[in-house]
């Protein structure tokens, strides 16, 4: 079993929806929870970062932790064309931070103009 | 503030050969990650260096090693290449005053092929 899963996608909503993306996890030690978002030929880059459980929100974009289920999502409000990229969540804390982040493979998001 | 840099954006190498990548952190940062990214594997840590020193070291051969200069800047080697390390390779700095509760930000990588 992975440590960290992730559906690949490719996940197509039309314009202006509401995109949720998701990660389950099985280590119950990560503490710290980020998204990214990654375009084709460049680096992730950080979107979202929650420590523990609960919400947390930055203009359309929302993350959910819920610990006790060990998983997270990722909700993308009056989703827009360029929304559309891969999404990757990443997770830390379950080495006391000696064995890096710990990556999903990315949710690839198309947004239909 | 300029971002992460890494250079080159490209390689092609041939089995056998070494490469060298370099990677330049964000002003200010003192600490270097490294990832792997391939299409089945996804994003794999291969080290992080601070203050000169490799703070931590994920489960890859000893290919592949990196280094940390005084400026911050690090550089990544892989010697005897094999063709399984075709990868995207980036670099990741924080400002490496803990090991947890880090943000990281990334470089847009270099694309190594081994032909």
């Known amino acids: 079993q992975k440590e960290v899963e992730q559906d690949p996608g490719p996940l197509s909503v039309p314009e202006g929806a509401i995109v949720s993306l998701n990660c389950t996890y099985s280590n119950s030690a990560f503490q710290y929870f980020m998204w990214y978002r990654q375009y084709s030929r460049k680096g992730p880059e950080l979107l979202m970062y929650?420590?523990?459980?609960g919400n947390k929100e930055d203009g359309r974009f929302t993350a959910q932790v819920d610990k006790s289920s060990k998983y997270i999502s990722l909700f993308i409000r009056d989703s827009q064309p360029s929304d559309s990229a891969t999404y990757l969540c990443a997770m830390d804390g379950a080495g006391g931070g000696a064995d890096g982040l710990t990556f999903g493979k990315g949710t690839h998001l198309i947004i239909q103009p | 503030k300029a971002g992460v840099t890494q250079t080159p954006r490209y390689l092609i190498k041939t089995r056998g050969q070494q490469v060298t990548l370099s990677c330049s952190p964000i002003s200010g940062h003192r600490s270097v990650s490294w990832y792997q990214q391939t299409p089945g594997q996804g994003l794999q840590f291969l080290f992080e260096?601070?203050?000169?020193?490799?703070?931590n070291k994920g489960n890859f051969p000893g290919r592949f090693s990196g280094r940390q200069f005084s400026n911050s800047r690090s550089e990544m080697n892989v010697s005897t290449l094999e063709l399984g390390d075709s990868a995207l390779y980036l670099c990741?700095?924080?400002?490496?005053?803990?090991?947890?509760?880090?943000?990281?930000?990334f470089g847009s990588g270099t694309q190594l092929s081994v032909l």
């Open positions: 929650t420590y523990s459980s």
């Open positions: 260096y601070f203050s000169e020193t490799q703070r």
């Open positions: 990741a700095s924080s400002s490496g005053r803990g090991r947890l509760n880090e943000k990281l930000f």
